[in-house]
């Protein structure tokens, strides 16, 4: 474990100390407790997105294989779709 030095604004820190006494009631480390869990939710909400948001994009560029076949024109589409509707 280390030590960080922290500059807050008076409102800033009279949020944390807040918080900290809320969910920690004052007990020792209550402060660091507070800041290490909005580092941490912070971490992974915006890792985490981004990892989600680059598998998604490689499986766009991947594309889906749907199983139908591949039309050159459109015309192509309605002439199999109707062929022997007669």
Known sequence: MSDVLISLDDEEEKML???????YKGKKGGLSRV??????????????HKATLDRLVKTME????LGYKKYEKRGELYEHRFKGSD
């Open 17 to 23: 100390r807040e918080l900290s006494q809320k969910i």
């Open 35 to 48: 800041v290490a869990e909005a580092l941490n939710l912070f971490y992974s909400t915006n890792i985490g």
């Open 62 to 65: 991947r594309g889906y294989n």
